[in-house]
């Protein structure tokens, strides 16, 4: 099956900081969305996003999608941004394959 | 906005019980899921499903089984847990928006079977 793998596995920023997340995924993909799980374990949509860039407030994100690779960037991180940051790949069969996440940490 | 529902949000529960998680959504979804995600590790499917009287199973096995007899709710019951079902369980659901799919999530289950 398809390959996702997300870097860095974790990332300790201090407030204020900017941050750029990986994730490379093995094959072609109809769609790439990233995702946010907060703390207590809610996994919040943050961009649909299968190929080009968008931006969301101080979020924002692109994929290349035929190098096979999304970015998420995250600028003047906030203590609220920490959790994990998932990446997830749709192919052909319409599921979701998620990758191992990022674990961000933002102290004050 | 998405809303869809899970209960219980925790539940601790003794080897051999039956037990139903229940996930409910109220934005008319065709499609829904089921997620297993241990602690700190990545999400993995073990079911879905397409529509009313439809299921299929995900990528990971599970002992779990699933039922779709209404659009909006989409239960997994586990008929006798044991300890190696201790997760948490998220269900979601999704709308189409292109080719693919946005899927909304639910707060999740945490399990602990002892």
């Known amino acids: 099956g398809i390959q996702v793998e997300q870097s860095p596995p974790d990332l300790i920023l201090q407030e204020g900081a900017n941050s750029t997340l990986r994730c490379n995924f093995s094959?072609?993909?109809?769609?790439l969305q990233w995702f946010h799980q907060n703390p207590w374990g809610q996994l919040i949509n943050l961009f649909y996003i299968p190929s080009g860039t968008k931006q969301n407030g101080r979020l924002s994100a692109t994929t290349v999608a035929t190098e096979r690779y999304s970015l998420l960037y995250i600028s003047s991180s906030q203590t609220t941004d920490s959790g994990v940051y998932f990446c997830?790949?749709?192919?052909?069969?319409?599921?979701?394959?998620f990758g191992t996440g990022t674990r961000l940490t933002v102290i004050p | 906005e998405a809303d869809i529902y899970q209960t219980p949000r925790y539940l601790v529960i003794g080897t051999g019980k039956k037990i139903t998680l229940e996930c409910s959504q109220t934005m008319g979804h065709d499609k829904m899921y089921w997620y297993q995600q241990d602690p700190g590790m990545e999400l993995h499917l073990i079911h879905y499903?397409?529509?009313?009287?439809?299921?299929e199973k995900g990528d990971l096995s599970s002992e779990s089984t699933v039922s779709r007899i209404r659009t909006e709710h989409f239960p997994l019951t586990l008929e006798s847990a044991r300890p190696s079902h201790t997760s948490q369980y998220l269900c979601a659901s999704s709308e189409k928006r292109g080719i693919g799919e946005t899927q909304y999530f639910g707060p999740g289950t945490r399990l602990l079977v002892l």
């Open positions: 094959d072609s993909v109809n769609n």
């Open positions: 997830a790949v749709e192919t052909g069969a319409n599921n979701l394959f």
């Open positions: 499903s397409y529509g009313v009287n439809s299921t």
